[in-house]
């Protein structure tokens, strides 16, 4: 039952993060909703920073699991479609409002180097899974190409809050086709 209670815990404290943002969201809050006690909180995570990075790596790991396993099962040279693909699946269902990385990044920049650094590498990674499909694909020729993707995928994170997820993906695929079909056509 304790791993129920702190599954709980993380659901709950993830959904209230993301809508509410970090420091309007008081323990409190996250405790009535979960339907615990506090010191229940306090069992399982020692501060409120520490369930926030707690939810930030969870999250974070669904999120490059779900990108590791599109790109394990794309077809060769489909690699980088496949992730991107991965990302706006992603997006569609957890994250129609905005990145909660981008917003733990900004919200954390002033207050707590760790959180900041957490956010900030979780994105690296984005970034280092963008580079090993554009190399698996032969793309890697292109200078700046993962990184191009990578800003493309950034903002159609954005996007999504503004234009919706139809409106934000189709543009974004639109972008992307356009780099990799740049790419290929320097390749030949």
Not at 120 to 138: F, N, Q
Not at 150 to 166: D, I, K, P, R
């Amino acid at each position: 039952m304790p791993a129920a209670k702190r599954d709980q815990l993380l659901a709950t404290a993830e959904r209230l993060f993301y809508e509410q943002g970090f420091h309007a969201t008081g323990i409190d809050r996250i405790v009535a909703a979960a339907g615990v006690v506090r010191m229940t909180l306090y069992n399982h995570f020692a501060s409120k920073e520490a369930l926030v990075a707690t939810v930030l790596q969870a999250r974070h790991q669904r999120f490059i699991d779900s990108l590791d396993a599109a790109a394990a099962s794309a077809s060769p040279g489909q690699v980088t479609l496949a992730l991107v693909d991965a990302h706006g699946r992603w997006l569609e269902q957890y994250s129609q409002h905005g990145c909660i990385l981008v917003k733990a990044m900004g919200e954390f920049a002033a207050h707590s180097d760790e959180l900041h650094a957490l956010a900030a590498t979780a994105k690296a990674d984005l970034l280092a899974r963008l580079e090993s499909a554009v190399a698996r694909d032969s793309l890697d020729h292109h200078a700046g190409l993962a990184r191009q993707l990578f800003m493309v995928l950034e903002g159609c994170n954005t996007a999504m809050a503004l234009w919706g997820a139809q409106t934000a993906l189709a543009d974004t695929r639109t972008l992307v086709d356009t780099l990799l079909a740049t790419a290929r056509s320097k390749a030949q």
